[in-house]
């Protein structure tokens, strides 16, 4: 009996290369044979590739972990972990898909939505630190103003609004620190 489709290597990977994501899963976990081929880095190259062909890769990866981020769009993850590493390859790749332009847009629009509707001031700071927090994760991007210079400028006069609107010092002081680290001024 044997432990694999077809028991070469090679040729289970490009049957692997195939499967739906539900199925690979399955399979990584169906036997010892298949777990050591899932943990092959041609085949999360190769899926990763499926997803996106000009992807910059770097031996520094963990593919399987990264072709999951990038399956769900979990653009955070993958600016922090490219920032992390210096990887501005990765950052400017970033920049030039639609996809993380949108994701960008929507969370500061939602960010500003839900300040515009919160009046309780302690719920209110929390989502300003919240959206601070995802600007610094993203920073790379505002900072290159791949969503406009207009759209980046009136972000700034927004979270300026905002920390005018704050009497503690100690969190206008850590707001303007934010700023600082962000855009770098």
């Not at 509707?117 to 920073?139: A, C, D, G, P, S």
């Amino acid at each position: 009996m044997s432990s694999g489709l077809t028991s070469v290597k090679d040729t289970d990977l490009i049957i692997l290369q195939n499967v739906t994501d539900d199925e690979l899963e399955e399979l990584c976990y169906s036997s010892r044979y298949f777990h050591q081929l899932c943990q092959n880095r041609i085949l999360w190259h190769d899926r990763i590739l499926k997803l996106y062909p000009n992807f910059p890769f770097n031996e520094k990866m963990e593919l399987k972990k990264l072709y999951y981020k990038l399956k769900v769009g979990d653009w955070t993850a993958i600016a922090v972990w490219a920032d992390y590493h210096d990887n501005v390859t990765i950052l400017k790749w970033m920049m030039m898909l639609k996809e993380y332009k949108m994701y960008l847009i929507n969370n500061i629009k939602k960010y500003l939505n839900i300040l515009s509707t919160v009046y309780n001031r302690k719920e209110k700071i929390k989502v300003l630190i919240q959206m601070y927090n995802f600007i610094y994760n993203h920073r790379y991007a505002f900072t290159h103003y791949i969503l406009g210079e207009n759209f980046t400028n009136t972000v700034k006069i927004k979270l300026d609004e905002l920390q005018q609107e704050t009497p503690e010092p100690e969190l206008k002081d850590m707001f303007e620190s934010y700023k600082q680290s962000i855009f770098n001024l």
